[in-house]
């Protein structure tokens, strides 16, 4: 596309957009345009501008280092950092970078970006409403300008800290690049909104994270992903390390200050019987294999499973310690599967 022609999709995405104010809006760069990914809110496609320029997990240059990318590469902005750092003689802005416009890859520093006159528009909620279907919704709104851009974001049950919280970025159709991604709580009697972490929030295979939750000190993020029948994914970030610390599976996550129930497969059965799992904490496998032992599936389930097409699953649950991560089985199930 010519410098020409871009400028001209550039201006009418700006207007589109409700951007009215050059000094609020990214700069015109060659063979570079806004975009709404499929599914997707407006994501703002460029270049980087230097060599072996780091990604960083988070936006700080105490974030782990993800990626190295060289100049000329191209990456999507899906999110700008709340505060600005003056860092290598520059004062500027954190930018949440993708390649596919979907997934974060993870934070670049502004100076090695090609925009001009980064900004932030800060989110706003004003109630929660249910839907036709039962689901709360919370409504809000940013401003782009003078322009007010309203939002509607799924979340779950009031928490029992008396908040809801949920996760911000561009998987939402309403989300906008200069928005702020990331964890946030809201609390509805005072209208209390709280950023908690640029953490977590990765896209599902279905889209989305199911839901957020907290520990009571907010140490630590526990998310669930997709909406597949349970069992289903479960990931846990340590907001104090900013560490993924674990990833696996849960049916009743049972959240107990720093301690939560996961499941494990050890064996499963279609026809016949699968190999063991041995990729298992030593004490969880050893608990299964005694499970399996004492504990066989009737001949009903297996009648059942063999008419039905189906399968089935020897799940193991077990406590997990945040702080240890240790793991303490408590009890088995077989399970049907797909």
Known sequence: MSKQHCSIFLIICMFSAGVYSQNFSFGS?????MAHEPRQGLVYNTFVNDDNVNVRSIPSLKGDKVDKLQKGAKVKIIGVSREKEFIDQYDGYWLNISIDGEKSLGWMFS?????NNVFTSEIHIESVRRDEWGINKLQGYYYLGTNRVDVSIMTGEENNNHYYTFYWDCSSENYHYSNIPGCYIWYPKTKELKHITYLG???SSWGYSLWVSLT???RYLIEDFGTAPLPREVKVWDLITNQLIFTGSYDAINLRNHTIEVVFVYISYYKTWSDEV???DDE???YARRYFKNNKPSS???DNAVSCGNGIALIIRCEL?????????INGEYIRTM
Do not use: A, F, H
Request: hydrophobic share 30%; glycine share 2%.
């Open 216 to 218: 009571e000190d907010y």
């Open 278 to 280: 041995l990729q298992l």
């Open 111 to 115: 100076k090695y970006v090609d925009c």
């Open 201 to 203: 929030g990765e896209m």
């Open 321 to 329: 310690n945040l702080d240890t991560r240790k793991l303490k089985p």
């Open 284 to 286: 969880v496998l050893q």
């Open 300 to 302: 009903e389930i297996l």
């Open 29 to 33: 760069v060659e063979s570079e345009c």
